[in-house]
């Protein structure tokens, strides 16, 4: 007899079959990259590139550049991409968009760390709006299925987890504090069992205290009993009101929690490109030096 379970993540459909989802970029299908942008005049290794100076990204060099990344980020399984991924995500979005711009794997990162931030944003205000706000952000639904918190299935069963099978965590953050805010679910799925339990508990003192309170008041008059009864729905309330005090400084923690995740991983983005800027002047004046020594001829 086989048991039925639940699966831990959401199932991802083939990579094609988003291009529905990405008509609502520009309300074209994007294209792959074809004979004619590899005929486009390649980049030279030798061009030196200021990965601080600022680059405009238009709609559709973000779109390109989510897509890209998004291939990429789903082909290594939701994992990390390295120092050779990012360079081919740049290399691709430099030949669709040679005309506008050129940019580098630095600042290819800060855009999609820019783009992450913003889907959070989005994302707490879709949470705290109980389903009444809707994100008008276009790239927001293609985000939410590539970094979202996995939906849950519908359980079937008794959930089991297959044995020999690891469980793989999405890396939004390359900090651990940033992949815990983001693997954080939703307010309403973290803090529904303790608000069930405390619903559920002041139901049961609630309608104790009212049928005690109906018998009293069939038997024509106010003793001890009534006292307890109404002693109990006080209790009842002010345990509500515990409980729901509670849960909202647990949602206003969780929310302290991903800020400070948010500020930290700026931090550590400014410091790295700012090391890049110091080894690229020294290497730069490493040339300049030994230029300047003659040959020993």
Not at 17 to 45: C, E, H, Q, V, W
Request: hydrophobic content about 35%; aromatic content about 8%.
């Amino acid at each position: 007899m086989t048991t039925s379970h639940r699966s831990f993540h959401r199932p991802l459909p083939s990579w094609t079959a988003l291009s529905a989802s990405r008509r609502s970029f520009t309300g074209k299908t994007p294209l792959p990259i074809t004979a004619g942008d590899m005929n486009k005049p390649p980049i030279s290794s030798s061009t030196k590139l200021d990965p601080t100076r600022d680059i405009i990204w238009s709609i559709e060099a973000t779109k390109t550049l989510i897509e890209t990344w998004g291939d990429k980020y789903k082909e290594l399984n939701r994992g990390s991409l390295k120092q050779t991924h990012w360079q081919q995500v740049t290399d691709v979005v430099n030949l669709r968009h040679a005309g506008e711009f050129l940019c580098t794997d630095v600042q290819v990162k800060n855009r999609i760390d820019t783009v992450k931030k913003k889907y959070k944003k989005e994302k707490i205000r879709v949470l705290e709006s109980a389903g009444k706000y809707v994100s008008k952000w276009p790239f927001f639904d293609f985000l939410d299925f590539l970094i979202g918190s996995p939906a849950p299935e519908e359980e079937t069963g008794i959930p089991t987890c297959r044995r020999g099978r690891k469980m793989s965590f999405p890396a939004n953050l390359e900090i651990p504090v940033g992949r815990r805010s983001k693997r954080s679910a939703p307010e309403s799925e973290v803090f529904s069992g303790d608000r069930d339990v405390g619903r559920r508990k002041f139901e049961a003192m609630a309608e104790v205290a009212a049928k005690i309170m109906e018998e009293e008041e069939g038997e024509g008059g106010e003793g001890e009993i009534g006292k307890v009864a109404e002693a109990i729905e006080k209790f009842g309330e002010r345990y509500e009101r515990i409980e729901r005090e509670k849960m909202d400084r647990m949602i206003e923690l969780e929310k302290h929690k991903m800020k400070l995740a948010i500020d930290l991983n700026v931090q550590i983005m400014n410091y790295v490109s700012e090391l890049r800027m110091k080894v690229d002047r020294n290497e730069e004046a490493g040339v300049v030096d030994n230029a300047k020594v003659p040959c020993g001829c």
